[in-house]
Structure formats: structure tokens, C-alpha cells
């Protein structure tokens, strides 16, 4: 009975991530890395020594690894952002935005209140910066919902508006010692612990996983996330059937700003131990890589954002070693998401119809 039950959820699972998609998935990881190696040869280097050094860097030894796991925690979060907007219908592309605020909202209050315990601190602090992740997510959704107006654009200008005012707070209001546009460290309570002294992985992978198993139970077993599923899939049919399209768009834009507060919170608060200008790498952008490669479904996006995560550690290690660019991987990234989409958008031009990648 237990093994039939076990079969059976994995049935479930399956349903939701249909195989087609993982093997499109896999398929299109295989060409990009397939063609990155064309490109790799015609540059006059081997592309079995730079994808060995490329793996090495990546989990050589256990430092290797636990840096890979770690690159690839703030873009699980991003990837969730996006994914969840997906779900309910909207292109959330101001993820990175998003987590600017949010990390700012809890560096401000950590160093407000510095004397605060550490069972106190961090979810407090969390919470806040959430908080101001959500209601910055919410902008564009309320826009949308509200006036019709494109959550692309808007996304687009908060991104703007969002970087240029921490970069303001960082050398202004909370600028911290030193010639560098950062504020001052936050306190030790706010602080997540590493597993080694020589790695960056600490227990903010324990978060992401949570949060990831969380949003799936919100998205497929809940009856919001059933409605922000059918706004997603059909807005008419939704309002036809009685549900609130405006507070869900809403509601769906202020939980894809808190995913991606998290990014940039459990990078500060995991990893750098302040807000530094321009901290993140384009998290909030090679979010929606990461999320269009597991189809947007939050299980999916552990693995895609691995992937991505080993390439960003491994590169490093393959440019020390091979003098080939770390560019490279953003190549690969990029015919990653080109392959992934290719056959919607032959369809698209087969047929002159609109579809969603």
C-alpha cells in the first residue's frame, strides 16, 4: 500500500511537469553545450580541457561544491519570482529590482536595531524585507490590474528607479566606513551561518528549499493558488467564474517581489554581510533563464538553478586554467533559453499565433 501511494505521488508530480517538457529541457542544456564547444574549438582551444576545468571548478572537492549550491540559491529565488508570476499569467522581469528593495528593507532594520537576539533578528528581519519586496511587486500588478497597464514597462522602469535609490542610500543616508558605496556591516544576529570557513554555503540553502516546497503546496494545493493558476491560464473564464482578478494579479505580483526579496536577503545576510552597491550579478535576470528552463514549476527550478550555478562556480576555475573568458558560460546560458524556446516560437511563426514560452 505505501509503495502504491509513493507511485502515486509520483504520478501526481509528473502530471504537473509533463515528461515532454524535461526532455525538451535536457535536450536543449545538451545543444547549448554542444554548440558552446564549436565555439570553444574555432576559438583555437579544447573544448574537453575547458569543460573538464569547467566541472572541476564546479565539484572538484567539497568547496567546489558547496560554492556551486550556493551561487545557485538566489537564483532559486528569482526563478520562483518569475515562475510564480508565470503561473498566474504575468512576465515578472523586475526580479531585480525586487530583491534590491527587499535587501535594503533588511539591512536598514538589522541596523536599526542591532541589540535585537538573533531568534528575533532574522525573522523579523525577513519579514520586513519581504514585505518591502512584496509591496514593490505589487506596483506593477496593482498597475495592471487597475489601469491595464503592461507589467513589462513598469518592471522595466522599477528596476531603474529601484537600483538608482539604494545606490542613493549607499552613498548617502547609510553609507558605511570607507571609500566604497556600502553600508556598514550588520550585526552578528543577522547574520546566517556557513558550514566552513573556506566556502560560502551556509543554512540559506535550508531556507530556499523550504520556500520552494512551500510555494508548490501554494500554487497546486491551495485554493488561492488554484486561482492564481486559472487567472493565469484564462482571465475571462476566472472573472466568468466569480473569482477576483484584480486582487489576484495584485496578490501574485506582491509574492514574486517577496521571492525575490529572498535573493538578495539571504545574500547579504549568508554571504556579504552588507549592502553593497550593484551586489547582484543580474540574479534577477538570469532568473528568468532559470524559470523558463524548468518550465516554471518551483521543483524544477532546484535543478535549473544548479545548473546555472555551476556554470557561474566553474567558470571561474576554467577561465584560471584555460585563459578562455568566463563569457562563455553566459553564451551557453543564452543557447540555453534560445533552444528551450525555439520550437514555440517556430509555431508561433507557422501559425501567426501568439504563445506562451
Same mark, same amino acid.
Given at each position: 500500500m505505501e509503495n502504491k501511494k509513493k507511485n502515486n505521488s509520483i504520478k501526481i508530480f509528473f502530471k504537473k511537469l509533463p515528461l515532454q517538457d524535461i526532455l525538451s529541457s535536457f535536450l536543449a542544456i545538451l545543444l547549448a553545450f554542444l554548440v558552446g564547444s564549436f565555439i570553444i574549438y574555432f576559438m583555437d582551444y579544447s573544448p574537453i580541457k575547458a569543460f573538464s576545468a569547467l566541472f572541476k571548478g564546479a565539484f572538484g572537492d567539497q568547496r567546489a561544491i558547496f560554492n556551486t549550491?550556493?551561487?545557485s540559491i538566489p537564483l532559486m529565488f528569482t526563478g520562483l519570482a518569475v515562475a510564480v508570476g508565470q503561473q498566474g499569467g504575468m512576465l515578472n522581469i523586475g526580479a531585480e529590482g525586487q530583491l534590491y528593495i527587499g535587501a535594503m528593507g533588511f539591512v536598514i532594520f538589522t541596523l536599526? *536595531?542591532? %541589540?535585537?537576539?538573533?531568534?528575533?533578528?532574522?525573522p523579523i528581519g525577513f519579514f520586513i524585507g519581504?514585505?518591502? &519586496?512584496?509591496?514593490? &511587486?505589487?506596483?506593477? !500588478?496593482?498597475?495592471?490590474?487597475?489601469? !491595464?497597464?503592461?507589467?513589462?514597462?513598469v518592471c522595466i522602469m522599477l528596476n531603474y528607479i529601484a537600483t538608482l535609490f539604494t545606490s542613493y542610500l549607499v552613498n !548617502?543616508? *547609510?553609507?558605511?566606513?570607507?571609500?566604497?558605496?556600502?553600508? /556598514?556591516?550588520?550585526?552578528a544576529s543577522a547574520q546566517i551561518n556557513r558550514y566552513t570557513s573556506d566556502s560560502l554555503l551556509g543554512n540559506t540553502i535550508v531556507i530556499a528549499l523550504i520556500t520552494i516546497v512551500l510555494i508548490y503546496i *501554494?500554487?497546486?494545493?491551495? %485554493?488561492? !493558488?488554484?486561482?492564481? +493558476?486559472?487567472?493565469?491560464? /484564462? +482571465?475571462?473564464?476566472a472573472e466568468a467564474a466569480g473569482i477576483n482578478v484584480t486582487f489576484i494579479i495584485i496578490l501574485t505580483m506582491f509574492i514574486c517581489g517577496a521571492m525575490s526579496s529572498l535573493a538578495g536577503i539571504t545574500e547579504i545576510s549568508g554571504n556579504i554581510g552588507r549592502f553593497r552597491e550593484s551586489f547582484s550579478p543580474s540574479y534577477g535576470f538570469t532568473g528568468i533563464a532559470v524559470s523558463i528552463l524548468g518550465r516554471n514549476h518551483p521543483i524544477a527550478i532546484i535543478f535549473t538553478a544548479l545548473l546555472f550555478g555551476m556554470l557561474n562556480a566553474g567558470s571561474m576555475y576554467m577561465s584560471m586554467?584555460?585563459?578562455i573568458s568566463t563569457n562563455i558560460t553566459i553564451v551557453i546560458q543564452s543557447l540555453v533559453i534560445i533552444f528551450v524556446a525555439a520550437p514555440k516560437l517556430f509555431s508561433l511563426i507557422k501559425t501567426g499565433k +501568439?504563445? %506562451?514560452?
Open positions: 549550491i550556493a551561487m536599526l *536595531f542591532p %541589540n535585537l537576539p538573533k531568534i528575533i533578528m532574522l519581504m514585505l518591502c &519586496g512584496g509591496l514593490w &511587486g505589487a506596483i506593477p !500588478g496593482l498597475l495592471k490590474a487597475k489601469k !491595464g497597464i503592461n507589467e513589462v514597462i !548617502g543616508p *547609510f553609507k558605511g566606513e570607507g571609500m566604497e558605496a556600502h553600508t /556598514n556591516p550588520i550585526p *501554494f500554487l497546486w494545493k491551495t %485554493n488561492i !493558488g488554484y486561482k492564481i +493558476r486559472t487567472v493565469g491560464k /484564462n +482571465r475571462t473564464a586554467t584555460t585563459s +501568439r504563445v %506562451n514560452i
